[in-house]
């Protein structure tokens, strides 16, 4: 019977791509493979796939001999994300039935709660974790698998962005809750045009760019 363990690669990509996105490894860091190989308790083998892997997805650029370069997320990046977001997270909640928005409701108002516990425990992890939750909820209520996979895949760079956003989202904690229980009253209320709006604003604001996509800019709908 095979092992349930993950195998020594898969510990090491694991480990290594948390630290990447909770920026223990900085963009800009040199990582060492034999380094890293001590930091890990294990051979420079499964060293050596874990960055391959990390490279194949754009978190780290590997030089023969040098070490493996970690890379940021640029800022067009980073609001080509929150554009993505908007689009998915709106159309989700669009699609989900009136009841659903509202049985939502009761569970995102705990998660709004425990996220006022962790910032005032000053875990920003634990915040950080439980946005993101609130946050997937949303794609979640829409029952489409493939937007929830869709979503999925843009995760870590949520993460890294929230965690290189440094003092600012320290700084935006308390608002961050505040608009997250107004999404929440809006979809108690029934009120998906408030929810959308709220959303927009609600995600260029912590990112700290526009929303391009169905924004103001971009035309008004009748």
Same mark, same amino acid.
């Given at each position: ?14 480990? @290594? ?15 060492? &493979? ?17 960055? *391959? ?13 040098? !070490?493996? @370069? ?7 990046? *980073? ?6 977001? /908007?689009?998915? &997270? ?47 909820? /949303? ?10 996979? @869709? ?5 870590? +760079?949520?993460?890294?962005?929230? /965690? !290189? ?6 700084? +935006?904690?308390?608002?961050?809750? *505040? &608009?997250?229980? +107004? ?9 998906? +045009?408030? /929810? ?27």
């Amino acid at each position: 019977m095979a092992s349930a363990d993950p195998s020594a690669s898969e510990r090491a990509y694991q480990q @290594l791509r948390g630290h990447i996105l909770d920026h223990t490894y900085a963009p800009g860091t040199m990582l060492g &493979e034999a380094a890293l190989a001590v930091e890990l308790g294990m051979s420079r083998t499964p060293v050596r796939v874990a960055l *391959a892997r990390l490279q194949d997805e754009g978190w780290i650029v590997v030089y023969p001999k040098r !070490g493996a @370069l970690v890379q940021g997320v640029t800022d067009r990046t *980073a609001a080509e994300l929150a554009d993505a977001r /908007f689009v998915l &997270e709106t159309t989700a909640i669009d699609r989900a039935t009136p009841a659903r928005r509202r049985e939502l409701a009761g569970p995102l108002a705990d998660s709004v709660e425990a996220q006022r516990a962790a910032f005032e425990a000053g875990d920003l992890r634990q915040f950080i974790d439980l946005t993101l939750r609130f946050h997937r909820s /949303f794609i979640e209520a829409g029952s489409n698998a493939v937007m929830l996979e @869709l979503y999925d895949r843009l995760s870590d +760079r949520h993460r890294f962005v929230l /965690f !290189g956003s440094g003092d600012r989202l320290l700084k +935006r904690c308390a608002d961050i809750i *505040a &608009e997250h229980q +107004r999404l929440v009253d809006r979809l108690r209320a029934g009120d998906a +045009r408030g /929810f959308t709006e709220t959303l927009r604003a609600h995600i260029a604001e912590t990112n700290a760019t526009p929303i391009r996509l169905f924004g103001s800019d971009s035309g008004k709908s009748s």
